[in-house]
């Protein structure tokens, strides 16, 4: 199951992000990440469909009352792309 390696690797990228921006935010550096959760994916899809691994999302609470739709995150990145540019 690669949802291991993905966790573990998503979770790193949001502490090198966060100690990035801290590190670099004095000099007026601004760094973002989209780092969204369950996402309507062919992998996700393939995990709700496993009869072991579906068993482990059962009764999970998710925010939205839904998986999230890639277009959810694209949405999410436009008051980004509008922020004026840090020089």
């Known amino acids: 199951n690669g949802f291991l390696?993905?966790?573990?690797?998503?979770h790193a990228l949001c502490c090198a992000v966060r100690r990035r921006a801290e590190r670099w935010?004095?000099?007026g550096?601004?760094?973002n990440?989209?780092?969204?959760?369950?996402?309507q994916t062919p992998m996700l899809q393939g995990t709700?469909?496993?009869p072991i691994y579906s068993?482990?999302?059962a009764g999970l609470k998710v925010p939205l009352?839904?998986?999230a739709d890639p277009e959810d995150s694209a949405i999410s990145?436009?008051?980004?792309?509008k922020a004026s540019p840090s020089t």
């Open 65 to 67: 009352g839904r998986n």
């Open 55 to 57: 068993k482990g999302l």
């Open 77 to 81: 990145l436009t008051p980004i792309n």
């Open 5 to 10: 390696a993905y966790g573990g690797s998503k």
């Open 25 to 27: 935010g004095a000099e």
């Open 48 to 50: 709700i469909d496993h």
């Open 33 to 39: 990440a989209i780092a969204p959760g369950a996402t």
């Open 29 to 31: 550096v601004r760094l």
